[in-house]
């Protein structure tokens, strides 16, 4: 199968593509940053590119602070968070981010050799060349197709094939996601399947990866559970001492996997709470009629219209209060 020739039948390759092939043929070394702690998607969006730019003479470094899931491991010895020399990198990737302030670094990156590859509505364009397309529901269909573009020979590498189908199913939820308007993550996994990948494998990772500590975390946070507005708001935290006791942490994708299983619910919030910097992380999901997003995005966070998210300075209770606040003020006043 082409699949070169079926993704420009069915979807196109943009000239922003062209664009940044250029610069990553261009370039000698290579740095390519995620967001702030980087799930799946952004994961799998690093990882395939840096391993396929290797194959072709480049020298990458995939950069993150972390703290990366259990089931993430297997990758987290690929990344560092230390950069000797910027000045000598001829090209800064920004993947799956949509804002500046969304990467854990403390110098800043030069606009001229920065690439943004994106698909949230609220990326800001902060790149010299920017493709950002929200019709997908995964940053990892971005590079799918950029390698695919690029003449990538995926029969070469199954890690590579394989991390960019666990990138796209992790954000399309394992085709929970799947909407009229967001379906190209089907024919992406077709095609990778065609290459190689185990979808199987991909599930194991996302739902059969946990150990008992980590379901018994779990536990304690569906017990915390609290609703509001005849039970069409859902939301619970989890507090930095939850973590420590146990030693785990809680993917939100098996989290929220249980709380949106609740049918009166509408939105969904989890609200990770990190006493010692005084500050929440707070994840947001919700049903195709509302935009978390924007509500996420006075706060400062951003995402999609029905996932999200926002890390806001302040105490639980406090951070509670004016989160949920607006989603009245906004949804239902």
Known sequence: MDIKST????????KEIAEIARELNNAKKIII????????????????LALAMRERGKE??????GPF???????????TNKVENIDDIDLFVVVDTSSLNRIDVDFELPFEKVIVLDHHVTNENFGKVNYIDSDLIS??????????????SFEKNKTVVQILLDGILSDNGYYKHIRTDKYMSLIFTYLLISKGA????TYDKMYVNNNIAEIKLLGKILDRIESLKGDQIIYTYQTDNDENENGVQVSSALLFQQMTSIKTGKIFLYFKVNTAENKVIVSMR????????SICNIFGGGGHKVAAGATISGDYETVKKKVLDKILEIYFS
């Open 60 to 65: 990458v470094i995939i950069y993150s602070n």
């Open 7 to 14: 993704i420009e039948t069915v979807k196109g390759f943009p």
């Open 286 to 293: 919700c049903s195709p009629e509302y935009d978390i997003g």
């Open 33 to 48: 940053f995620g967001h702030k702690n980087p799930d799946m998607d952004c994961i799998g969006s690093q990882v395939s």
């Open 198 to 201: 185990n979808p199987k494998e």
């Open 69 to 79: 899931h259990s089931y993430m491991a297997d990758y987290e010895k690929l990344y």
């Open 139 to 152: 940053a990892t269909e971005i590079i799918f197709m950029l390698l695919v573009y690029m003449d990538y």
